[in-house]
């Protein structure tokens, strides 16, 4: 199989589908590999690096699209990439169509064979969405600290404390991948970091595996409200699958909190667990409500760009070699997780909740299987 990686045109995209060790094992297993000219630089990854373990390097984003059995991605296709993807090419990136009816309609009519990696589910996880909350979660203690600094309009202070003066107090607001990845770094710096959760094996296992500044709670309004007053952090990583994001946090109660404490809202992009959140951007990142300042970039790991390009590749590529060696009808047979990360195929929607989304007749992908 001929495998495509073209650089991402997405704007402030600067993750790549492949990193240099994916391609030596995609080679390994038998097939090629075409990369777009200079596909990696936003993750740090030069063309010779893809071209010393056996990638051409091809000038143009067409040339891929052209040539390749498989397109392997980050962001979902934007409009002029999915006018050059074929009938019976696979897409193996994420693509979250749900909410994006026209990329639906342009993946139906294009006739490919489109493999989210956002709904791969391995024994009722998400592996390809975890790498990027565990970037989220620690990336949002280090922006919790940084705006705690009095000139970026925080309270002015330090997260660990020095000698003699009290270390910050972090909450975290659900102790899922990102608020155990937050509970790590905020500890790490020496904050006293208060980890909230309404699942109490959860909270059994943050007990064994979490430092003894973190302290586990039961996550109810009474205990949220009571721990808030006194935080100088709050971050906001609660997750309900599938449902927008409850919210913990409302107006009223920013009254409770100090002037200058940092509200970190990482569960921005299922609508926030803050009434008061709104997303933001990299360029722009906070906000200030009543005196609280908001952080709701709804994209994080993409200020580590290089970082999580790697991470996502330790996800991706067991499954991706999979797809590559079997084909994508042999693996979906053998591999139910594959099965489910099939969106669309032959201009179906295979996948219920994207069907359910737009209305339009939902084709279980099993009817293609047998
Ligand atoms: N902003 C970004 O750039 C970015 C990046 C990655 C992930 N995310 C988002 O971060 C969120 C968390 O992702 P995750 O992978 O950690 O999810 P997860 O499923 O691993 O964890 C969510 C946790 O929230 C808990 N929870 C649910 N309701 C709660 C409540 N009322 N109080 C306290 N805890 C509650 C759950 O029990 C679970 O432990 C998701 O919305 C995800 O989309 C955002």
């Given amino acids: 199989m001929i495998i495509g990686v073209p650089k991402e045109i997405k704007p402030n995209e600067n993750r790549v589908g492949l990193i240099p060790a994916s391609v030596h094992e995609f080679i390994k297993n038998g097939h090629e590999v075409v990369v777009e000219n200079n596909a990696g630089v936003g993750s740090g990854i030069e063309n010779k690096e893809y071209e010393k373990e056996g990638a051409k390097i091809i000038e143009t984003a067409k040339d891929v699209f052209d040539n390749a059995d498989m397109i392997v991605k980050v ?29 639906t309609k342009g993946l139906i009519k294009q006739g490919v064979v489109a493999i989210a990696y956002e709904t791969i589910e391995v024994d009722g996880k998400l592996p390809l969405l975890e790498p990027m909350s ?69 909270l059994r296992y943050l007990e064994d595996v979490l430092p003894k500044n973190c302290q586990m709670i039961m996550s109810n309004r009474v205990n949220v409200e009571q721990e808030i007053q006194d935080a100088d952090a709050v971050i906001g990583t609660v997750l309900i699958p599938g449902a927008r994001a409850p919210h913990l946090i409302t107006k009223d109660m920013l009254k409770l909190m100090k002037k200058g404490t940092v509200l970190v809202d990482v569960s921005i992009d299922q609508g926030g667990c803050f009434e008061t959140s709104y997303p933001t951007t990299h360029k722009d990142p906070v906000f200030e409500v009543d005196g609280i300042l908001h952080y709701c ?56 909740p994207v069907a359910e989304a737009h209305g339009i007749e939902y084709t279980p992908i099993e009817e293609f299987l047998k």
């Fill in 134 to 202: 565990e970037v989220a979660g620690k990336m949002s203690s280090i922006m919790a600290a940084y705006h705690l600094a009095k000139p970026y309009g925080g309270k002015g202070v330090l997260s660990g404390g020095v000698t003699g003066v009290h270390s910050a107090k972090f909450v975290i607001l659900g102790g899922g991948t990102a608020g155990l990845n937050a509970a790590k770094v905020a500890s790490g710096m020496g904050a006293s970091v208060f980890i909230f959760d309404i699942n109490i094996e959860r």
């Fill in 75 to 103: 962001k979902e296709p934007q409009a002029q990439e999915i006018e050059m993807l074929k009938n019976g090419q696979i897409l193996y990136t994420y693509l979250h169509l749900a909410p994006d009816e026209k990329q």
């Fill in 297 to 352: 970039v709804a994209n994080m790991p993409g200020a580590y760009a290089r970082t999580s390009t790697y991470a996502l590749n330790n996800a991706t590529l067991p499954f991706g070699l999979k797809i590559a060696n079997l084909g994508w009808r042999e693996a979906a047979k053998q591999y139910e997780c594959i099965a489910k990360g099939v969106n669309v195929f032959d201009g179906k929607i295979t996948c219920k």
